[in-house]
């Protein structure tokens, strides 16, 4: 089995957890999504798919398709979880497909909020990278589908915000030091103001757990893709550097070293762990992993344990539902064997 992209850390991967390109576009002879009936949607559906089999492309037979009308909620909401899916798109699934490569790094909704939207993700910052690729695939797709294009406005979406490229570029932070001295909500304003914003773990109208924040670009239209990628890149490469000064202050502080070894140790040893209590634990492990303080530890098992321990993921790895308890024992049993 392949390993996926989430289980690597990459360049500057003690802060910068993955970064993603997601590109909007829609169908020029179609209305958009909410015009359209659940026949419609499949039948965009079924031309994208056969887009994407038809391309002669390398990549092609590395696509899954899944029918999302067909999948379980639980199978729905580990989509979500590891990042692959929008929450809005686990609603009314009929008619909804997502095409999804082996090792997760490449996903393309279709039938959210816009027809299709491409996402590529790689570890660490590498926005370049995963630009490139996202490129290739609407280059590769834009030739048999043709999307709503306007010499004025570009692309055409749904919502007015995505109007011109209709890309998203983002960065996954782990932001523990600035978090702990309360330095986030300042930087939210800060970033504002020049167009960017910083938004919980999943995205808009979410929260920041275990101090982990999406980082991405607001304006689209009126600058190129690659404007965007670079001022994407320059600002996280200057919260890095917040966030490594913030690390050093907090950790000549003897509690803040005591409590990510107490971390570890429950991580070891607990035989119960619940969702929240896990990802919070292995969020200070991280930052001791990062700092040197673990030796033994990669950040590659940490990015993996946080990833597949949140419940739908650890159901779906048991093919079975499981009650709060025995997700809670499973979870404790996981983590011990892997970090042992």
Not at 57 to 86: C, N, P, T, W
Not at 232 to 252: T, Y
Request: proline share 2%; net charge negative.
């Amino acid at each position: 089995m392949k390993s996926k992209w989430y289980e690597k850390s990459g360049e500057q991967g003690d802060v910068i957890i993955s970064t993603r390109i997601r590109l909007a576009r829609n169908l020029a002879e179609y209305p958009f999504p909410c015009k359209l009936d659940v026949a419609k949607r499949k039948e965009i559906a079924q031309k994208v798919k056969l887009a994407v089999e038809n391309s002669n492309s390398y990549i092609a037979h590395e696509f899954d398709y899944i029918d999302m009308g067909k999948i379980s909620d639980i199978q729905a909401s580990s989509l979500v979880e590891r990042h692959l899916i929008s929450p809005n798109f686990t609603i009314d699934r009929q008619g909804k497909a997502l095409l999804l490569t082996k090792d997760e790094s490449i996903s393309i909704m279709i039938n959210e909020e816009d027809h299709l939207r491409i996402q590529v993700m790689t570890e660490g910052l590498n926005l370049q990278q995963a630009y490139d690729t996202a490129d290739q695939i609407d280059t590769l797709l834009d030739n048999t589908l043709h999307f709503a294009f306007d010499k004025k406005l570009g692309y055409l979406t749904q919502c007015p915000t995505n109007l011109g490229t209709g890309m998203r570029a983002s960065a996954m932070l782990h932001l523990p030091a600035l978090q702990g001295i309360k330095a986030v909500e300042r930087l939210e304003d800060n970033l504002s103001k020049i167009g960017l914003t910083l938004r919980g773990t999943f995205g808009e109208g979410t929260q920041a757990r275990a101090g982990l924040y999406q980082l991405s670009n607001q304006v689209t239209l009126g600058l190129s893709e690659q404007t965007a990628i670079d001022n994407l890149k320059n600002v996280a490469m200057q919260i890095v550097s917040q966030e490594h000064s913030a690390r050093q202050s907090l950790l000549e502080n003897v509690e803040a070293d005591d409590y990510i070894s107490r971390s570890l140790g429950t991580l070891k040893y607990a035989k119960i762990l619940s969702s929240d209590e896990c990802i919070n634990l292995l969020s200070a492990v991280r930052l001791g992993v990062a700092q040197g303080l673990i030796k033994d530890i990669s950040l590659d098992t940490i990015n993996g344990l946080m990833v597949d321990m949140q419940p739908s993921t650890l159901m779906e790895s048991q093919s079975e539902e499981l009650s709060p308890q025995q997700r809670d024992i499973l979870r404790g049993k996981t983590v011990k064997e892997k970090l042992q």
